[in-house]
């Protein structure tokens, strides 16, 4: 399990489970099913049961590899959701691929953060096309509050690649389904 930080706030965990993003993997109406339950149970603050739907059920989609990612996250197993995620969302190991909704790699940053790996967070937003997305506006939002709460000493440290500063405080539930 991480040593992230989680504040929960009653914030919607994500957005509906209708349709696609433009050039996104497709939505079979049964995966979307799965995924407004999924989210039902995350808005109760029930990842482990939304694991279960998840587990359960015998369908595979990259949305539902998504949403077993955003599930890690909420349980504060960042690691694990990295690694979904990089299945994902990385081509040649290490550029994000172009061709995958901007959501999954929105969630690789985020559990990239999680898993205090703030440096590859950073990179990962830096490769997104879509800054007015809410959740990169909240992710950079923690991560500038965090970076505020640096010494000199610190940021020094950060910059030259250590891990410094201890994890950095989410103040909303990680993870977005669509």
Do not use: Y
Request: proline share 8%; charged share 20%; net charge positive.
């Amino acid at each position: 399990m991480s040593s992230q930080t989680i504040k929960s706030k009653s914030a919607p965990p994500s957005g509906p489970a209708t349709g696609a993003a433009q050039g996104s993997p497709p939505v079979s109406p049964e995966v979307a099913a799965l995924l407004d339950k999924i989210a039902m149970h995350l808005q109760k603050d029930q990842p482990t049961t939304a694991l279960e739907l998840i587990r359960k059920s015998k369908l595979r989609s990259p949305w539902i590899d998504n949403a077993t990612a955003v599930c890690q996250m909420r349980q504060g197993n960042a690691e694990i959701a990295v690694q979904v995620l990089r299945k994902l969302v990385l081509s040649q190991g290490i550029l994000l691929r172009q061709d995958v909704p901007p959501v999954f790699k929105i969630n690789f940053a985020t559990a990239l953060c999680m898993a205090d790996n703030v440096s590859g967070c950073l990179n990962a937003l830096a490769e997104i096309d879509a800054e007015d997305h809410p959740a990169v506006e909240r992710l950079r939002r923690a991560i500038a509050k965090w970076k505020r709460g640096l010494t000199l000493w610190q940021r020094i440290r950060w910059r030259a690649g250590s891990a410094v500063g201890g994890p950095v405080r989410l103040d909303f539930p990680p993870g977005e389904l669509r």
